[in-house]
């Protein structure tokens, strides 16, 4: 155990001191300043706003914002859905896949362009390098690029005094996706092939294996590419059905140190970006640090339910819960990566979570459930976490009888609407997803397990959904058109009500006046509003899940004491 | 009114195609260079290709693969495939119970506890290692059907197993596929 806690405690080390320096460079990305990357950047810059015909001083309201937003992504979801079913006439398809059912092609591109990456298709047997690079690539650069760009949105909102625009969703667009996406994937990405990860566009290898002779084939593929950018944007699709679990995604101690340190890098570094932007790092800082504590009691029990509540056979060696997990990845990483990918909205897996001790799998669910705040997804869970900040603020400014106010604007009616349809609108969902799925006649013939542990098959798929997480119990058939239908709709609601409610509380925040800070007015930098703050997360998601984790992993911890 | 659409419609139309191309053709097309030049080997699979007696070579394996080994006299991996069950369900006890007899079945001088890797399936399946205590738990019974000594065949498998990186992130594992060529004397 000591070992594992030299494990976590370097790795935390690493990100943290990692990720202030990059919060600092995404920060003058985001307001437009000059870094060391401008110089061959900017010319592909402009002349990307020439061809677009836009001026480079253009601002959107909020409306035009949101609105620019969804077109974006109904056009991404056409395309995606549209490669998908055109894939056999289309080129780079080496094993000649024919098209998806519509239904899976609908869940798959509903999955993508809502940085989800839930997936009901394993990828080296249903689809074409084409459609891995040129529709869901694109995706994970984008929509990671979408979530930045609209927590840049809401940060103006509380730097701008008497304003009705909120900057261009262009602009931003573009800058994460040239500045910080592009660069820190293609280091990611070299990295990895040279660790093994695979990057070819060659057709699969047939080898003949050592004992028997028999067949064996070796996937291949434009791999390495992806995975940089999966990881990175927290979407978490896996190139390979198996995802980083698969040696050939993630063969070394090395890649997995990588991979795990990208799903949690960006989401963190944003809140230094944060801090800058609005001119007090405190506040950043502050949030940061709810992050972490809330990330660090999370992975102690979950690494304490894998090593230690792991089951005993006779006959064999005590060791952690090595069910589902690789050799070289150990309980240790795959603890940590087990609650990094559903603290940060990725999604990506190097172990089976369906093999987790049930307390294990209950963390897992429970860091999706608290509304993927905790680092969350890239821009959407900070901005997640900022809503949490203004309900707590909120909460806290009635206990006491004072306005609420953050970061100088006065909280008021709409502002408390938008917010409680950013924090509301994922656990509603998720709750009504899975009831609906329970109802299903045929629902237990989807599941692995039984019991218990079967329910909490189900209930995570639709929780990871409704967090647009995509990491996924591996027993739950999720190939089903009740599920890519109803599991495709829950994406996106969860994905754009929420996204949508920030662009307006950005607009609504950016049209108030900044009122000078008071010996009256809370503090949100200090412990005690952190402790708040957390309190409040988990008060939510709590009240939310407990009865359904009661029935899931709850009752399957108890089934075990015997 | 077309005029309108089609004025709202360029940026949004222009950007998705710019994007596009950058990110879904010349990221992976650039990464594909590099990978291919750099690391020729890596970036195709890893694969293992052996030269036969008659001369002619033959791709044995991917390193980072495992393969079905059952015979005594090769280093035996993880059960093939992944589960996806319960580590406390009545299905996962009956299997590694059927598991733990079988290795009894097929080294009968070996009583003592089985190392848990060797009775659990791995995530992806085709797990290439096993920990260093599955490997020592399986020399006796390699180096008698190979009628070889112990310490030669202790020696291929420290050859073949990677440590931790840096000493303290993930743990050390035993290739087997490498270490069964290896015993083979065909790497």
Known sequence: MSSIVIEDGLFLIVLVALSFPLGHYIYKVMTGQTVFLSRVIVPVERSIYKLMGMNDEDEMSPRKYAFSVLIFSVIGLIFVFGIQMFQSSLPFNPENFQAPSWDLAFNTAASFVTNTNWQAYSGELSLSYFTQAVGLGVQNFLTAATGIAVLFALTRGFIATKKTTIGSFWKDLIRTTLYVLIPLSLILAIILVSQGVVQTLAPYKEIVTLQGGSAQTVPLGPAASQIAIKQLGTNGGGFFGLNSAFPLENPTALSNFLQLLSILLIPAALCISFGKAVKDSKQGRSIYAAMLILFVVALAVLTYSEQYLAPVFQGVMASGNMEGKEIIHGVGTSALWGAATTAASNGSVNAMLDSFTPLGGMMLMFLMQLGEVVFGGVGSGLYGMIAFVILTVFIAGLMVGRTPEYLGKKIEAFDMKMVCLIVLVPPLLTLFGTATAVLMPQASTWLTNSGAHGFSELLYAFTSMGANNGSAFGGFTANTIFTNVIGGIMMLFVRFIPLVAVVFLAGNLSNKKIVAASDGTLSTSNGLFVGLLIVIVLLIGALSFLPALALGPIADFFTTIK | ?187
């Open chain 2, 1 to 187: 009114m077309m005029k309108r659409i089609g004025k709202d419609l360029r940026p949004v139309l222009v950007c998705f195609m710019v994007m596009t191309l950058l990110c879904g053709v010349i990221y992976p097309i650039f990464v594909t260079g590099i990978a291919q030049i750099v690391f020729p080997n890596q970036s195709n699979g890893s694969i293992i290709t052996i030269t036969q007696e008659n001369g002619t070579k033959i791709d044995v394996g991917s390193a980072l693969l495992g393969q079905e080994f059952t015979n005594p006299e090769y280093l035996i991996g993880r059960p093939m495939g992944a589960s996806n069950l319960s580590p406390t369900s009545e299905e996962q006890n009956t299997l590694v119970q059927e598991r733990v007899a079988g290795w009894h079945v097929l080294d009968q001088n070996n009583t003592g506890d089985i190392p848990m890797d060797l009775v659990t399936a791995s995530a992806s399946g085709v797990d290439p290692n096993i920990s260093p205590e599955a490997a020592e738990y399986q020399v006796a019974r390699i180096a008698s059907a190979r009628g070889i000594n112990e310490d030669a065949v202790r020696t291929v498998i420290s050859k073949y197993t990677s440590g931790s990186f840096l000493g303290f992130w993930g743990e050390s594992g035993v290739n087997v596929l490498k270490v069964n060529l290896a015993l083979d004397g065909l790497i």
